[in-house]
């Protein structure tokens, strides 16, 4: 059974980096084809997909949000990571990982359960 968890702080401070981890069960990250995603929502909005990180280690963003993101794969823990750089309010949100099949039509079949994280002071 595929499992995923959000792992990391619920509060960070502005200005400094938003750091989680994603593991993973069930699969390995390195399986084709699939990709390994970070999707957030922010209190009373829809939800943003932030990125991805493929089963081979290439990674794509968000054009909004590509300049403060990094999402990187650990194949020998099976898990994969988000960093999102010189946060503020605004990032506050559910962050949510989630499995993209990309033999499937690129449709996300795993989510995580999602974890809240704030900014503030």
């Known amino acids: 059974q595929v499992q995923l968890q959000e792992l990391g702080p619920g509060l960070v401070k502005p200005s400094q980096t938003l750091s989680l981890t994603c593991s993973v069960s069930?699969?390995?990250?390195?399986?084709?084809?699939?990709?390994w995603s970070w999707i957030r929502q922010a209190p009373g909005k829809g939800l943003e997909w932030m990125g991805v990180?493929?089963?081979?280690?290439?990674?794509y963003y968000t054009p909004s949000l590509a300049n403060r993101t990094s999402i990187y794969s650990d194949t020998s823990k099976n898990q994969f990571n988000l960093q999102l750089r010189s946060v503020t309010p605004e990032d506050t949100a559910v962050y949510y990982c989630?499995?993209?099949?990309?033999?499937?039509?690129?449709?996300?079949?795993?989510w995580g359960k999602g974890t809240l994280v704030t900014v503030s002071p």
């Open positions: 989630a499995r993209v099949d990309g033999g499937n039509r690129f449709r996300v079949d795993y």
């Open positions: 069930g699969v390995s990250i390195t399986t084709n084809y699939y990709y």
């Open positions: 990180v493929t089963y081979n280690g290439n990674d």
